[in-house]
């Protein structure tokens, strides 16, 4: 079988695991019901790229109509996608989430290449993305006239992500139920912008729609460039798959979280986008990096400093939700021996990963080094498609190499293939539209094979190296008071 061999295949990076022998058990704790779930997946799914990304999806579209058209059919997307992941996370419910389901229908190679375009692009991207966007939001109301400083920013961005990792490691407990907090802000600052659009259709002065299809962009490339930035406003909604192993009652309340967040989000999005372009002109929005904060200006007044503040929480919780569920694909992958064995302890007094959720803050403070959002955007959204379009293959491979695989929930045949078909395309297309971002992406992942052989498939590795990995395992040990998690009795 696939996940036999990708057992066999595996080598621990570390020359010997660390251990200490507690009186409890140390590991990670099913603590999420279906509301933490349903949190969760609205927590990051509501976060930056809304206040973001309607600018890059109307610039590649060309026009308001088709702008619309692909906000969406990406909700409708990431609803195919999600329906296809809750067969895939409840017929193999490991945490993990993509690097999981890749390992167990390709081997392992495919799966640590994921995890090594996870760990080194989407994910401190993502979160620096996200930090960027908070700093943008707090610190535009300061410098109205001029854009704020960049240095500014990625200091404020720094302060952010370093700050929630600390939050992490201290409890996921009291990150979940900040999420269940968050979430109504989220839902209050989405719910003042499309008050705002409908107070402007209601005064009838709205007149951006009647020529709505002006400028339509026709190349099939730009068209799938403008998805990617659909795409990553909805990226969040497989995350919950990363912490099945925290999920109490996973075949249960996995798929009905799915089912309940994201055709809320869909009809949030659209109407949030139909505000927005109901009170500002296509000109006004790409001229903006605070499309929320321009429009809350133009519609309430002295009222408008209320918005970047809500948007500025939103979007605290949307990066708190993303390093929790991030650092455990780290840490799965480390406990696999895919990554060195340090990033797999858990700490005694906290019962959290907190080296990889440090490891992940390093990465994500390191890709501060640039603050052009929109470019850090369309690196992580090639690169995640690239590999949910793999996980859904190898949806259909186990479902012909492995029919009797036990499956609470499995869907139409048809909607995987869909769906695969429509990866494809986005995949595929912007390959001559934006040669560099993905030229980079497959580098990277090219990349990987070779240490991939060195670090994974080489076993007789020197003994010095060993003692180093030995030393760097030891350390960390002592820094974050961690263990090896306890197995399940």
Known sequence: MCSSKMADDTVSVSSQKVLVEGDGKTRLKKDLGLLEGVAIILGIIIGSGIFVSPKGVLREAGSVGLSLVVWGLCGFLSMLGALCYAELGTSIPKSGSDYAYIGEAFGSLPSFLYLWDAIFIFVPTTNAIMGLTIANYLAQPLFPDCDPPDSALRLIAAVCITGLTLLNCWSTRVTTQLQNVVMITKLLALGLVIVGGGMA?????????????????????????????????????????????????????????????????????????????????????????????????????????????????????????????????????????????????????????????????????????????????????????????????????????????????????????????????????????????????????????????????????????????????????????????????
């Not at 986005?426 to 990349?447: D, K, N, Q, S, W």
């Open 201 to 489: 259709f209601y005064s009838g002065k709205v007149t951006m729609f009647d020529n709505m299809w002006e400028g339509t962009a026709t190349d099939p490339g730009q068209i799938a460039v403008s998805f990617y930035s659909g795409i990553f406003s909805y990226a969040g909604w497989n995350y919950l798959n990363f912490m099945t192993e925290e999920l109490k009652d996973p075949y249960r309340n996995l798929p009905r979280a799915i089912y309940i967040s994201l055709p809320l989000v869909t009809v949030i999005f659209v109407l949030a986008n139909v505000s927005y372009l109901a009170v500002l002109t296509p000109a006004a929005m790409l001229s903006s990096d605070a499309i929320a904060v321009t429009f809350s200006n133009r519609m309430f007044g002295y009222l408008a400093p209320i918005m970047p503040a809500l948007i500025s929480i939103s979007t605290v919780g949307s990066l708190s939700c993303h390093i929790m569920t991030s650092s455990r694909l780290c840490f799965v992958g480390a406990r696999n021996g895919h990554f060195p064995d340090f990033l797999s302890f858990v700490t005694v007094k906290y019962n959290s990963p907190a080296p990889a959720l440090v490891f992940l803050c390093i990465l994500s403070l390191m890709c501060l080094s640039t603050s052009n959002i929109y470019r850090l955007i369309d690196y992580a959204a090639f690169v995640e498609s690239m590999f949910i379009l793999v996980a859904i293959a190898g949806l259909l491979y186990l479902r012909y190499t492995r029919p009797d695989l036990p499956r609470p929930i499995k869907i139409t045949l048809g909607i995987p293939i869909v769906f695969l078909l429509i990866c494809t395309f986005l995949v595929f297309l912007p390959l001559y539209v934006r040669p560099v971002e993905v030229g980079m992406g497959l580098l990277i992942t090219a990349c990987g094979v070779p240490v991939y052989l060195l670090c994974i498939r080489w076993k007789d590795k020197p003994s010095w190296l060993l003692m180093c990995l030995h030393k760097l395992g030891y350390t960390s040990q002592k820094i974050f008071l961690g263990v090896k998690e306890d197995k399940e009795d």
